[in-house]
């Protein structure tokens, strides 16, 4: 009988972590720190193996980094929807401090790196590695610290995160793209006319959608734009219903809802994972001093810890200056800053960018160092930050 009980526990115990906002950044932080030490330990041969072991016409590290993530930015892609049409970035009032403050946390860092690389034209390939901010990561954070953070702060990063996978997605369609495939691009285009049409004459099974989906997936992985877009392109067409007053009635009918719910915990506690698993790996064999000074490595570093927080507070503080817009409620100076220096946690999206940007795993491993440099000191001045600055606030929001 105790032993039913204890496993009863066990399995409630598990279903609340899983179910607790913060638990995808902390199960990322876990496989990051699990990649770091296989890559610097007798396992490492074993690691890089596995990684380039061919699977029918892709290595295992493309089917992670290709197929695998465009579930991932299929999730990004319905998220950005729901928001957009139903959720905190609905109007353009609720748009205008988070979009701001998400294009100068791209605009400064992206500055941070071009200025440090600006004279060597291989290197440049990589400036908007630090553009990207870390939405698992970084509200993984910020939920530790509980009700030393107002809600409406919480609301105000996951936001400006969102608009910021946006402007990654956008990048990465514009300024990552190899040579195209018209054919295979003609006919990813008419496969994309076929998704909206479904969405036209209210096909509500998901079925059709994931099928034609697909197929459009094998035609942008054959056109030269990057694979994994057409997720996003996917969950566009998803139909979302919206009556006013009964949210509830469209989470249980809606196909948006339903497959955003059904992707939520797949996504955040097995493809993300295993991405960052595969990608976060880097060995530190042979590391000397003058690499952490390197203009490549320094230009993620400094891209992320000090352009996100100049970027992001910046922009908020002229806003609220100039009145045009108000500090997100119940929210202070000091825990702006320390929510800012968060925004400089990149680890998953500018992992991506950095493996499209180089090719050289010589490269790739600055590139991560870099990364993991200012994403591990971003969201240690960040949570520090909000611990000092926050005030401990009642569960309807207000300060004590």
Known sequence: MSSILTKGRIQSSLRRFLDHEAAGGLVLMVVAALALITANSPLAGAYAEALHLEIGPLSLQHWINDALMAVFFLLVGLEIKREMLDGQLSSWSRRLLPGAAAAGGMLVPALFYISLNGSNPAALKGWAIPTATDIAFALGVISLLGRRVPASLKIFLAALAIIDDLGAVVIIALFYTAHLNLLALGG??????????????????????????????????????????????????????????????????????????????????????????????????????????????????????????????????LLVKLGLADLPAQASWGQMIGTAFLCGIGFTMSLFIGLLAFDEPAVQDHVKIGILLGSLAAGLLGALCLALSGRRTRSDGTAR
């Open 188 to 317: 990813a285009a008419l496969v994309l006319i076929g998704l909206f049409a479904l969405n036209r004459l209210k096909v509500k099974a998901l079925l059709p959608y994931l099928a034609l989906g697909l197929l459009l997936w094998i035609l942008v992985f054959a056109s030269g734009i990057h694979a994994t877009l057409a997720g996003v392109m996917l969950a566009l067409t998803i139909p979302l219903k919206v009556t006013p007053g009964k949210p509830e009635a469209d989470h249980a009918h809606s196909p948006l809802h339903r497959l955003e719910h059904w992707l939520h915990k797949p996504v955040a506690f097995l493809i993300v994972p295993i991405f960052g698993f595969a990608n976060a790996g880097v060995s530190f064999a042979g590391v000397s001093a003058a690499l952490f000074s390197e203009p490549l490595t320094m230009g993620v570093a400094s891209g992320l810890l000090l352009g996100k927080l100049i970027g992001v507070s910046g922009v908020v503080f």
